[in-house]
C-alpha cells in the first residue's frame, strides 16, 4: 500500500512540475509521502474495526483507515479532547456488511471525560503498535514526568499539541500518531497507569466495605454468646449507654 502511494505521488510530481523542477523536487515528495504511508497503514494494521463508547450511550465504530486521523486537542478550561472520525454511531456494537467494506468515514466525534479516556486506552496501543526498546521507554517514563504525572499528563500534552505539530511533517496537529515517540508512549502509560489505579481504588473500597461488614458480623456472634447482665456490664465499662 505504501509502495502504492509513493508511485501516486510521483506520478502527480511528474504531471504537475514544471520539467526543471522535476529532478529536485518530485523524487523526495514521493519518498516522504511513502514514508509516511508506511507510518499511517503500518501501525494499527493488526486490527480491523474498534467499536468506542462515546459517551452519550451510543458507539462509533472506526477501522485502521481513522487511526492516523485521531488527534488529541485541549479542550476548555484546561481538559483534553480525543477528536477522530467515525464509520457510523449505533446503540449496539453489532456489524453491517458496510462495516466490512470499510466505507468511508464522512462524520467526526469528540470525546471527553471518561469516553476518551477509555478510547485513549485502545487506540494508543494500535498506535504505538508492538512496543519499544529499553531506551525509547525511559525516555517515556522522563516525559511522563515532565508532563506531571498520569493524572495530568493529557491535558498538559493537549497544550502543546502545537508546539509538537510546528515539528512534524505530516499530520494533524496533535495526530496521535504523529505526536513524538515518547510522548506517544508516556500517555499509553498515562492512560492504564490511571486505568489500574482506579480499579486498586475500587478494588479497597471494596474491601473496606467488607471489613466493616465483618466487623459487625463478627460483634453481633460475640454477643449472642454472653449473657445479658455481662453485656450491660461491658457497655457500662466503656461508658456506652
Known amino acids: 500500500a505504501a509502495g502504492g502511494v509513493g508511485g501516486v505521488a510521483l506520478a502527480a510530481g511528474v504531471a504537475l512540475l514544471p520539467a526543471g523542477a522535476l529532478a529536485t523536487l518530485a523524487l523526495p515528495a514521493a519518498m516522504l509521502a511513502s514514508v509516511a504511508a508506511t507510518q499511517a497503514l503500518g501501525r494499527g494494521a493488526h486490527f480491523a474495526h474498534r467499536w468506542l463508547a462515546d459517551g452519550e450511550g451510543t458507539y462509533v465504530l472506526i477501522s485502521r483507515n481513522e487511526l492516523p486521523f485521531a488527534r488529541l486537542a485541549a479542550g476548555p478550561d484546561g481538559g483534553w479532547q480525543l477528536r ?72 498538559r500534552a493537549a497544550a502543546r499539541v502545537r508546539e509538537w505539530g510546528a515539528r512534524q511533517t505530516f499530520g494533524d496537529t496533535g495526530a496521535l500518531l504523529f505526536l513524538p515517540e515518547e510522548v506517544r508512549l508516556a500517555l499509553e502509560m498515562a492512560a492504564h497507569e490511571d486505568q489500574e489505579r482506579r480499579a486498586l481504588e475500587g478494588e479497597l473500597a471494596a474491601l473496606e466495605g467488607a471489613w466493616q461488614d465483618a466487623e459487625r458480623i463478627a460483634a453481633i456472634a460475640d454477643g449472642l454468646a454472653l449473657p445479658g447482665a455481662v453485656e450491660a456490664r461491658f457497655r457500662r465499662l466503656k461508658g456506652a449507654p
Open 84 to 155: 477522530f472520525p467515525f464509520l457510523r454511531r449505533s446503540e449496539s456494537p453489532t456489524p453491517l456488511l458496510r462495516d466490512v467494506l470499510k466505507m468511508p468515514a464522512a462524520r467526526e466525534v469528540t470525546l471527553t471525560g471518561a469516553a476518551a479516556a477509555e478510547a485513549a486506552r485502545v487506540l494508543l496501543p494500535l498506535v504505538n503498535g508492538s512496543g519499544a526498546r529499553a531506551a525509547r521507554v525511559r525516555d517515556a517514563v522522563g516525559a511522563l514526568e515532565e508532563l506531571g504525572g498520569p493524572e495530568a499528563a493529557f491535558p
